[in-house]
């Protein structure tokens, strides 16, 4: 497999995941800006959409979106309970988690991140990322999302919770999502990851 990532970008959530799995996969790094990979080729040609990440699967087919490509690793490995069975309750909860981050927590970001957004639009989005964080410290009842185990949507969240530092959002205002960043930050998997992008 390969993982077409950015730098810090919501791919960290899949690499994240990759790593826990103890998957072999190579990376190809994109820059967004240029939308051209570290080859050099166009990754439009990749991915028309232009964002990361996109997992090149063993036969050469491609999947993308992150909520997605982290729950087809995590079934790659089910003993490693990455993500609950196929079917289960536990499995919708997952999803509707991974949802949530998607929607209301990353879609925010990206209004952040966006150059063309006026102030009243990054404003909204402040908001809306306190609301949300509010929301989701409120759920943590244990080290992680589902309790005492690790899963793919932890990976998704921590991802997010570091954009904070990029948009001066202190999570520190949120102890317990602070402690829940600095725990599954120190995951083996998820130091090799943060090293593998430069991030540390």
């Given amino acids: 497999m390969k993982l077409y990532y950015a730098p810090a970008a919501c791919s960290l959530s899949p690499h994240i995941v990759l790593r826990e799995a103890g998957l072999p996969f190579d990376m190809t790094r994109v820059d967004l800006a240029t939308g051209k990979t570290e080859t050099g080729a166009d990754f439009s040609a990749v991915n028309p959409n232009g964002y990361v990440p996109v997992l090149v699967l063993d036969d050469g087919s491609l999947l993308m979106e992150g909520p997605a490509i982290v729950q087809y690793v995590a079934d790659r490995v089910p003993e490693k309970k990455l993500a609950p069975p196929n079917g289960t309750l536990e499995r919708y909860r997952l999803q509707a988690i991974l949802n ?30 306190a609301a949300r964080f509010n929301h989701v410290q409120a759920q943590l009842k244990g080290p992680y999302l589902f309790g005492e185990q690790f899963t793919v949507a932890d990976a998704y969240l921590f991802t997010v919770l570091g954009w904070g530092k990029f948009c001066d959002i202190d999570i520190a205002a949120w102890p317990k999502l602070a402690e829940f960043a600095a725990r599954v930050a120190q995951r083996p998997a998820v130091q090799q990851a943060l090293q593998a992008e430069g991030l540390v």
Wanted: proline share 3%; hydrophobic share 45%.
């Fill in 100 to 129: 949530f981050i998607a929607t209301e927590l990353h879609k925010a970001f990206g209004t952040l991140f966006n150059p063309a957004a006026g102030d009243d639009g990054k404003k909204a989005a402040r908001v809306q990322i």
